[in-house]
């Protein structure tokens, strides 16, 4: 019933910005830690950014001072504002939260949800 869904990535050209967005939905009792985390061809996948529970955030040293997490409690939102956007922030990039849903009256589940994913190309 859960489901992540990331918007906002495209083309863009060096020095530029981009916001991506995660939409979560579906029987959602509380939303815990959320993520993003990019992958390049040939590369493995990193974490990018991180948001508590209770807010507080963490980035990769290669993207410190230039991107921004926020998250909208209210809306079960994440955002990442991208600026300065070099070459090497070309990805596919994928949001992640951990989430506890309701499965059935009575059931729930616990467990970590991955967007499908949206491509960002730095290039000019």
């Known amino acids: 019933q859960v489901h992540v869904v990331e918007s906002g990535g495209g083309l863009v050209q060096p020095g530029g910005s981009l916001r991506l967005s995660c939409a979560a939905s579906?029987?959602?009792?509380?939303?815990?830690?959320m993520d993003w985390y990019r992958q390049a061809p040939g590369n493995p996948l990193e974490l990018v950014a991180h948001?508590?529970?209770?807010?507080?955030?963490d980035y990769a040293d290669s993207v410190k001072g230039r991107f921004t997490i926020s998250r909208d409690y209210a809306k079960n939102t994440l955002d990442l504002q991208m600026n300065s956007l070099t070459h090497e922030d070309t990805a596919v990039y994928y949001c992640?939260?951990?989430?506890?849903?309701?499965?059935?009256?009575?059931?729930?589940?616990?467990?970590?949800?991955w967007g499908q994913g949206t491509q960002v190309t730095v290039s000019s």
């Open positions: 992640n939260a951990s989430i506890l849903s309701v499965a059935s009256p009575g059931s729930y589940n616990l467990r970590s949800y």
């Open positions: 579906g029987s959602i009792i509380k939303i815990f830690d």
């Open positions: 948001v508590s529970t209770e807010g507080s955030t």
